[in-house]
């Protein structure tokens, strides 16, 4: 989708597929000269904290290359079980939806640490 | 028939009671009757002769299977079965514990004096019987007292539990905007269900805000703050942006004094001013709608 990738987790997530992921996710960043990466784990619905531990790499990565990261979909048990092991994903950018993400990522969102609605004002005035 | 059944020692008390069921009943109902009269709670007299001949047809056929009394043991299935339903049964009428507990030391009665009578002639033997029917009655006895126990912590539970439904509305503010008005000490058990009550409504709702409002928590300790960052995180993931509203004076100096860090969340002092950052950040304002004439030159 332009500069942006879309990924979204069909099937649940063992390790290795979550390597491959972040292995492909980071050289397909290069390729496209992508800006934001969308994760859509709306089918997931187990997590376990080596998944949430990758999901934080992978946003890192991205950083790193210049993409932003939003996760969008994720579902309340899922979160429920982030919290519990310990894994906010403080780095990670969230949504509720794949809409909702995508609209963040137009937004020319800058700085991870801010969120879609303090950057919200900044965009209906400029 | 009983003189041959006395040298079996285990099953002569059965032997009585089936000769002698109809006198043991009569008696039995009779101290029941005279002794519901010093009772707080009346129950009916139909009910208590009912109830007697149930129990005392199925003790007499468990006391056959298993003359020692081994209340716990497939024998006295039946009879714990008919127990705890007469238990319940009298509880629902008003009668505490011991009240039921007695229905069941009032059979004693009836029985040793059957005893007494049966075995006249072997002080002994009275002696021994006696400490076996006082054996076994006080067991049922005390089962009553277990089952009344039990029925309430029963009650207790399903309470809690609806207690638990009750205090954790999500309530929608407006288009994007719940509130959560937390009512009450936030343990860990309460924060899971308002955790997910919130989550499964921001999913449902498409909420982009979530207002928590704890101006019904009493206290704060480092542990409710825990719980309450928590669901801020777990919100947070879900893609909707949190604000902790209604913090009491009070509360916010044990906040700092606990050297408890909020972290980013927003926080608020009241509901209204968590409402109007949400609809701020929302895009949305409120205005004054121009005053209709009539009352505009009224004031």
Known sequence: MGEFLLVTVQVDMHDRLAMA???????????????????????????????????????????????????????????????????????????????????????????????VFETGPDDRQS | MEKSKIDTNSNSLAALLAGNEAAVLERWRSSLVSDNGSRRSGIREADLNRQSGEFLAAFRAAIERDAAGNIQGSAWDQTRGIL??????????????????????????????????????????????????????????????????????????RQQNEMLELSTPVV?????????????????????????????????????????????????????????????????LMGAECIISGIRPQIASTIVHLGVDLGGVSTKATLADAFAMALLRSGLGVCRIEAPRKSSSGQ
């Not at chain 1, 950083?63 to 982030?82: Q, S, W």
């Not at chain 2, 009298?90 to 009240?99: I, K, L, P, R, V």
């Not at chain 2, 029985?111 to 076994?136: C, K, M, T, Y």
């Open chain 1, 21 to 115: 992921l972040q292995d492909d996710l980071t050289e397909r960043i290069v390729a496209n000269h992508a800006r934001g990466v969308l994760i859509d784990i709306s089918a997931l619905d187990v997590v376990d904290s080596f998944i949430g531990r990758m999901l934080g790499n992978i946003a890192s990565m991205s950083r790193v290359l210049d993409a932003e990261t939003v996760v969008v979909g994720m579902r309340p048990a899922v979160a429920i079980t982030l919290v519990e092991l310990g894994l906010a994903l403080p780095g990670i950018r969230t949504a509720l939806s794949v809409e909702r993400g995508m609209q963040m990522l137009r937004s020319g969102i800058s700085g991870h640490q801010r969120s």
């Open chain 2, 84 to 157: 705890s339903d007469i238990s319940r049964e009298q509880a629902s009428q008003g009668a505490t514990a011991s009240e039921v507990a007695t229905f069941i030391f009032t059979l004693k009665e009836a029985l040793f004096g059957l005893v007494q009578i049966e075995f006249a002639d072997d002080p002994q033997r009275v002696a021994q019987e006696v400490w076996n029917v006082s054996r076994i009655l006080d067991r049922l006895g005390l089962l009553t007292t277990d089952i009344a126990l039990k029925n309430r912590e029963e009650t207790i539970l």
């Open chain 2, 172 to 236: 929608k503010l407006w288009g994007g905007i719940l509130a959560l008005p937390l009512i009450g000490t936030l343990d860990s058990e309460r924060t899971q269900v308002v955790m997910e009550s919130l989550l499964d409504e921001i999913v449902r709702t498409e909420a982009a805000i979530a207002i928590i409002d704890i101006t019904g928590v009493p206290t704060v300790d480092t542990l409710v703050a825990q719980h309450l960052l928590k669901t801020v995180a777990a919100a947070r």
